[in-house]
């Protein structure tokens, strides 16, 4: 039982750690990140904060809402999303300066950004899986599945929530890139597909 419980937790970290570089790497080439954290580099932008603060602090928000909704949705990974994405994002995009010729091959890119795409949706399945609590943002979705569109498939809700936040980030002037619309689109059945086809199979019982 306890390697099973250490499991996991290796399990959301590795998940956690992953998302923050993909997304870093993303923002760092300019094709556009995922939409939650073009929503919040747009806020951060405006108050002129940290990534890493302001995202601690929207998360902060909406857990309020995830705790008065659905608790069981808060735990270790909960805590671990919150606290270190925004900084990992932060300090990826530093460490990829000695790289800056990347975006002078747009090609290379886009492969890039198609591969970071499919990482990112692995990433979210690697911290999701385990069952161990998620970020606010990310409870959102299967909150609102499971207490008040019932009938509606998760993939479509996420992908709403999704466009919601992409319109806001636009509205506040992050950058929107082509990884931005496919995320908006495509990351909540790609999460769907590699939880459902891979991270779940790692944790069934």
């Known amino acids: 039982m ?23 790497i993303m923002s760092f080439m300019k094709v556009g990140t995922d939409v939650f954290t073009g929503m919040n ?26 705790i008065v909704t659905a608790r069981k949705y808060i735990g270790f990974g909960t805590i671990v999303n919150m606290v270190i994405i925004g900084f990992i994002v932060e300090w990826t995009e530093k ?3 000695p790289l800056a ?33 998620m970020a606010p943002y990310d409870a959102l979705a299967y909150i609102i599945h499971e ?17 919601i936040a992409l319109i806001i980030g636009f509205v506040l002037g992050t950058t929107i890139g082509p990884n931005t619309f496919i995320s908006s689109f495509l990351l909540g059945p790609l999460i769907q597909f590699m939880r459902t086809h891979v991270t779940d199979r790692l944790f069934s019982e």
């Open 2 to 24: 306890e390697k099973k419980r250490m499991q996991r937790i290796i399990s959301v970290i590795f998940g956690n750690v992953l998302m923050g570089v993909v997304v870093g």
């Open 41 to 66: 580099l747009g806020i951060s932008d405006k108050i002129g904060m940290s990534l890493g603060y302001e995202e601690l602090i929207v998360n902060g928000l909406l857990l309020i809402f995830v």
């Open 95 to 97: 460490w990829m300066q």
């Open 101 to 133: 010729f990347i975006n002078d091959y747009f090609w290379l890119r886009m492969v890039l950004m198609v591969i970071g795409i499919l990482l990112l949706s692995l990433s979210l399945g690697f911290y999701l899986s385990p069952n161990m609590g």
């Open 147 to 163: 207490k008040w569109l019932t009938n509606v498939q998760y993939r479509y809700i996420r992908m709403t929530q999704d466009v």
